[in-house]
């Protein structure tokens, strides 16, 4: 019998552990009693990004990007828009390169923005460039099944 897939808050951070026939049912966290899918991109820093890979069962898509960088600006309410159509199977958050530079170093982000996908806390697979909602989704969802 299975326990069920773990899944952070994107509001408290708490780790919540959704039955996998109940992710698509709208379920809330147990602390703060946010919806858990709500097409929201987590913000995450070098405090909460290993944690937050870590506890999740499901894909996390990680942006890396830069307030300077215009192909992120364009590209920042595109992955918005995909998290709305890959929640529940994945998660998205994005990284603040230049609030972060710890992250972009360690995993040797050189080109912005920078799609990373992780599974159970491991880099799967990256994509550079800027990308349209429907890219990323399409994208992802080749990613994930690999």
Known sequence: MALGIHVSCH?????????????????????????????????????DFNRYLRNSNLP????????WCGYCKKTLPEFRQAALRLEPAFRLAQVN???E????RKYGIQSLPTLVLFRNGKEVV?????????????????AGQS
């Open 126 to 142: 990256r994509q550079t460039g800027a990308l349209s909602a429907e890219q990323i989704v399409a994208w992802a969802k080749r």
């Open 97 to 99: 390169t230049d609030a």
């Open 11 to 47: 509001q408290c951070q708490a780790i919540n552990r959704v039955p996998e026939s109940r992710l698509a049912s709208h379920p809330k966290c147990g602390r703060c009693h946010q919806l858990l899918f709500a097409g929201q991109v987590a913000q995450l820093s070098s405090a």
């Open 101 to 104: 530079s710890h992250l972009s």
């Open 60 to 67: 996390v898509l990680v942006m890396f990007w830069a307030n």
